[in-house]
């Protein structure tokens, strides 16, 4: 099965597809993540690639689906795979609907974290601190909603138009949001 996971900065998602990857049995693949392994070289690429997630801002579509399609190449992806944080723009939507349909494979299912945005901010200031990450301060916070909501937020739209929707509400506690998302995914 695959499924795309939506969701704002800071909605959860992180948690989620890590419980969801055991349940399911497939590999998860976090373009940020990706993307932070690439930035964690020290080539001209990784510094193309830090001047991107540094300012919060998303790194260019062809370059990140190349990356998926490397990453789609290894056998572990033949039993399907759950994207984390791609697609995030309607452009990486159609390349991966394109780049699927070119194996007869599609997408099987979308999720979207639903949070709201006090909540986020909270959520990531708090991560800043436990976790160290370079762009989760305030002003690269407001950003990447920025992008979110203007960028990725129409993809919710383009997947429910497909019938693919599933809404999680991301604001109870993770026990809680993994028992939805248990019980939509086994309705696939
Ligand atoms: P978050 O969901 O908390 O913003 P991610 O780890 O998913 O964190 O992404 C971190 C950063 O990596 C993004 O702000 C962006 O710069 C880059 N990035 C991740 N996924 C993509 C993508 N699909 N397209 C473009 N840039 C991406």
Redesign the pocket.
């Known amino acids: 099965m695959r499924i795309v996971f939506i969701?704002?900065?800071?909605a959860g998602?992180?948690t989620q597809c890590k419980r969801l990857v055991e349940f399911l049995k497939i590999p998860h693949l976090?373009?940020?993540?990706m993307?932070?392994a690439v930035k964690s070289e020290d080539t001209a690429l990784s510094r193309w690639v830090a001047s991107?997630?540094d300012?919060?801002?998303?790194?260019?579509?062809h370059l990140?689906m190349r990356i998926v399609e490397q990453r789609l190449k290894q056998s572990d992806c033949l039993a399907g795979a759950l994207f984390?944080?791609?697609?995030?723009?309607m452009i990486?939507a159609q390349l991966l609907d394109d780049h699927l349909a070119e194996n007869g494979l599609k997408v099987d299912m979308v999720l979207e974290l639903a949070v709201v945005e006090d909540v986020l901010i909270d959520r990531?200031l708090k991560r800043a601190v436990s976790e160290g990450r370079l762009?989760d301060n305030r002003e690269t916070i407001h950003e990447?909603m920025r992008?979110?909501s203007t960028q990725t937020a129409p993809l919710v739209e383009y997947y429910a138009k497909q019938g693919k929707l599933a809404v999680i509400d991301g604001m109870q506690d993770a026990e809680a949001v993994f028992h939805q998302i248990q019980q939509r995914v086994t309705q696939v």
């Open positions: 969701g704002p900065p800071g998602k992180g976090s373009t940020g993540e993307l932070r991107y997630i300012a919060g801002r998303l790194a260019p579509d990140v984390d944080g791609f697609p995030r723009t990486q990531l762009d990447r992008v979110y």
